[in-house]
């Protein structure tokens, strides 16, 4: 089974705080996303990533930077944390050009920004 | 650009009763997938039912299937002999088809829940 993981189910950061996310997954998928997740806004995509040392922009990528250094893990860096971005973040990975086209969550990280 | 449109942002079933998701879509493209992706309370989202937009025959996965009225747009859920475990928030998720690449675009999400 395609595993995604993500490298804490619940933080706490203080404004102005640098803070990291990681997300690593073990199927050799070379396209990875993070999503941001609001109530009643959805799943709103902030960066992807479909190779290695390479990003593409999502929807709201303001506020937010990423690092993709190997191939297995995508990380969301939040340069000065903020209230607004109290929020479930999601990652996902996926094949670049498979049959089914599934992309895969990971369980989400809960960020409190206070 | 893509829009998913997801008009009821909550609904409730009895158990054993049949409930019907709606999903619409804008695009210009004629190549793309849909996906219904599930999110149980504190669980992890996963995938429910795709399908292929040249397909014509609408996709089942047991007590799931989809009603896929391309010229309209049209991407409903039906859950049939509905469970407690369906309990969960449904996205609805478009994606087009062309180099892989492609994020899903998601709808709002219906927050469905499941009565004994």
């Known amino acids: 089974d395609v595993k995604v993981t993500q490298s804490s189910r619940y933080l706490v950061k203080r404004t102005g705080e640098k803070v990291f996310l990681e997300c690593v997954q073990d199927?050799?998928?070379?396209?990875m996303f993070w999503y941001r997740q609001d109530p009643g806004l959805g799943l709103r995509l902030i960066y992807f990533?479909?190779?290695?040392?390479?990003?593409e922009k999502g929807d709201i990528p303001e506020g937010y930077s990423v690092s993709r250094e190997k191939k297995e893990r995508f990380s969301l860096i939040l340069e000065s944390a903020s209230t607004n971005q109290t929020s479930m973040y999601l990652c996902?990975?996926?094949?670049?050009?498979?049959?089914?086209?599934?992309?895969?969550f990971g369980p989400g990280t809960r960020l409190t920004v206070l | 650009a893509q829009t998913v449109t997801q008009s009821q942002p909550e609904m409730s079933v009895q158990e054993a009763e049949t409930v019907t998701l709606s999903c619409t879509y804008d695009t210009s493209e004629n190549n793309y997938y849909l996906f219904w992706y599930k999110q149980p309370p504190s669980r992890q989202m996963i995938l429910v039912i795709r399908?292929?937009?040249?397909?014509?025959q609408n996709a089942t996965e047991n007590r799931f299937s989809v009603n896929f009225q391309k010229a309209a747009k049209s991407f409903s859920l039906k859950i049939s002999d509905s469970q407690l475990g369906d309990t969960a928030m449904y996205f609805c998720?478009?994606?087009?088809?062309?180099?892989?690449?492609?994020?899903?675009?998601f709808g709002k999400g219906t927050r469905l829940s499941v009565i004994a």
């Open positions: 399908q292929e937009a040249y397909k014509q």
């Open positions: 990533s479909y190779d290695v040392k390479m990003k």
């Open positions: 199927m050799d998928h070379e396209n």
């Open positions: 996902a990975s996926k094949v670049l050009a498979g049959i089914y086209n599934e992309q895969f």
């Open positions: 998720a478009f994606m087009k088809l062309s180099s892989g690449n492609t994020p899903l675009v």
